[in-house]
């Protein structure tokens, strides 16, 4: 969601501020903003849409200051306007905020005769801080009343007029990380992407911590306290610093194409993974396996529950997990849990696993970010070894999250014995040859360009699919929807009499998946439903299902995918509704790497 970027040093941080808020665009924004702190005074620059507005204005007019803060704002409370873009500003204190005051209203009701400014619940923090200040507290002290003050999820970056050598941050329910760059220069952000190529080494801080950024020393203490605590600092990954679209006109792009390679290093690496989470767990006596995610994550988990139950004959519920805590649900003795979440920062996905371990129930975390809370706060962590994904529309995150999840059911089958010896062997060996179908498969980024005009006209459309392509089906749909702004749903194609056929005419699209199969004649079956309402079909199948369309060929467009195992369908069948949708994104002029409306990390419940 929002981005924060924080420079504490000895040299001038107005553009650098600006080019760590360039590097967190790809987290979704509306509105962004600078201020900083010089000679006593605070200078700020705020601009509505995209940073270039922001960086116009700072051209002409540069914020001058060695202390200073940044923002890219999702607009929460508040329309996306500059008077409730970041940072806001009182009479003593600047902040930038992520995240959700819960009780903000309440604390404005108890602000009498102050000058609201903003529409934001962030305004209200500016404000309590400034009449702790001048009450006669000093900033530490006022830190640690605001703290008893709010509810809800947030992360603060925050600038003192009358301390001009303090940046003050504060982590509760949304991320912070400090880096450590050259020359006693000192940086807070909300992603270590920000600041990657200026530091080697960071400190992720943990929920609740506060911390003091101040002439090259960083002191933190612990949730709501004045004392101090140590938190480790780690070598930053190089990999943080590649942001690059390497020629490719968007990112989402880059990372469709990328996904053999990020295929190659999940398999390669997650032998070493799923033997510590097998080795610490006797899967035999699990008795069921939650699966908890939002978003295009909990469509990889529907699709492992497909997997673990057929495979391993492990019982599976998958939950959305805004919903989970909500639902009361019951978790039993020799259960399990796996939370999945691209980034690790997901609030409901992280809500969800702290519900879970309450429960004393063992939480394993499937994440892309080894330093995210999920990661630190699970019993057990597998790693998709995706790399940076930038691209909002999740592309080869997800296919890094189908294979570690197909590899362990295959683990984890062997070790419940529902599987024997040598059909592990041949599923194995499916899995090391995935990263071939799938080059195989990109070869249909041509063809699928010369589809995207008849999707660029239309208003809607259908993507069905059967068995583990269910869920397929609706990422599909989930895909059109986020970067072209095409309304469509996914739905299991034995639905189809039950609602969804009497949108069908003769302007709908309807998008069938269908490896040739033990489901393909019923597939057929809506196939022909849908053509005798002058529905228009495409069919993605196998050259054996091409075989077996018959006269149907004629009437419906065909795309021909690899031969595939039925095991792992979904990873290849998964490719062609990424490109259809980029190039239907593309046909439109759609901004494809930051849609409307969306973030890439949804930090905020």
């Not at 040739?516 to 054996?544: C, M, P, W």
Request: proline share 5%; aromatic share 8%.
């Amino acid at each position: 969601m929002c981005g924060i970027i924080g420079i504490n040093g000895a040299t001038e941080v107005c553009f650098d501020l600006l080019s760590g808020l360039k590097r967190l665009e790809y987290r979704g924004y509306d509105s962004a903003g600078i201020v900083t702190l010089y000679n006593g005074s605070f200078s700020r620059q705020r601009a509505q849409g995209k940073l270039v507005n922001l960086e116009r204005k700072l051209k002409e007019c540069p914020v001058p200051g060695n202390v200073g803060i940044g923002h890219t704002r999702w607009a929460t409370h508040g329309a996306p306007t500059e008077l409730n873009a970041h940072p806001h500003q009182g009479k003593h204190v600047a902040l930038v905020h992520n995240g959700i005051i819960e009780n903000h209203a309440e604390l404005r009701a108890n602000l009498k005769d102050v000058p609201f400014e903003s529409e934001t619940d962030s305004e209200v923090i500016v404000h309590l801080l400034d009449a702790y200040l001048d009450k006669g507290c000093d900033w530490g002290e006022a830190i640690h009343a605001l703290l008893q003050d709010l509810k809800g999820a947030y992360a603060l970056a925050i600038l003192f007029k009358e301390w001009p050598d303090v940046l003050v941050g504060v982590c509760s329910g949304s991320p912070l990380v400090v880096g450590y760059g050259t020359e006693e220069r000192l940086f807070l952000a909300s992603d270590v992407v920000a600041f990657a190529p200026s530091c080697a080494e960071a400190t992720y801080l943990e929920e609740g911590d506060w911390v003091e950024l101040n002439k090259g020393q960083v002191t933190i203490h612990p949730k709501k306290a004045l004392s101090t605590v140590t938190r480790p600092r780690v070598p930053i990954s190089r990999d943080q610093e590649c942001i690059t679209k390497e020629g490719y006109q968007h990112f989402m792009l880059k990372e469709i194409m990328e996904q053999p390679t990020v295929l190659d290093r999940a398999l390669k690496m997650y032998r070493t993974q799923d033997c510590q989470i097998t080795k610490k767990y006797d899967w035999k006596q699990i008795s069921s396996l939650s699966i908890i995610a939002c978003g295009t994550s909990f469509y990889a988990g529907c699709v492992a529950k497909y997997w673990f139950e057929k495979i391993g004959r492990l019982p599976v519920s998958v939950d959305i997990a805004s919903e989970f805590r909500y639902r009361d649900p019951t978790l039993l003795p020799g259960s399990c849990a796996l939370f999945i979440s691209q980034s690790g920062e997901t609030a409901d996905t992280i809500a969800a696993l702290r519900f879970v371990k309450q429960k004393g129930i063992p939480c394993i975390g499937l994440v892309n970010v080894p330093e995210s809370s999920i990661a630190r706060e699970a019993d057990s962590i597998l790693q998709t070894q995706a790399g940076i994904e930038v691209g909002v529309a999740s592309t080869k995150a997800f296919i890094a999250q189908l294979a570690i999840l197909s590899a362990l059911v295959v683990e984890i089958a062997s070790l419940r014995g529902t599987i024997p010896h040598e059909e592990k062997a041949s599923l194995q060996q499916d899995l090391m040859a995935i990263s071939g179908l799938v080059t195989e498969t990109l070869k249909l980024s041509i063809p699928l360009q010369t589809l995207a005009p008849r999707f660029g006209q239309s208003k809607t459309a259908l993507y069905l699919g059967r068995g583990s392509l269910y869920p397929i089906a609706l990422e599909g749909a989930l895909k059109l929807k986020e970067i072209s702004y095409i309304h469509a749903e996914g739905y299991a194609a034995g639905e189809l009499k039950h609602g969804p056929i009497a949108l069908i005419d003769d302007k709908m699209l309807i998008i069938v998946l269908a490896p040739y199969n033990d489901l393909f004649e019923k597939i057929l079956s809506n196939v022909q439903e849908v053509l005798a309402r002058k529905g228009q079909v495409v069919f993605f199948t196998d050259t054996h299902g091409m075989r077996a369309l018959g006269q149907l060929e004629s009437q419906i467009t065909v795309y021909i995918l690899p031969a595939v195992s039925p095991f792992l369908v979904p990873i290849v069948y998964t490719i062609p509704m990424q490109l259809l949708a980029y190039y239907v994104a593309t046909f439109k002029g759609a901004d494809i790497d930051q849609p409307r409306n969306l973030a890439k990390s949804v930090t905020v419940e």
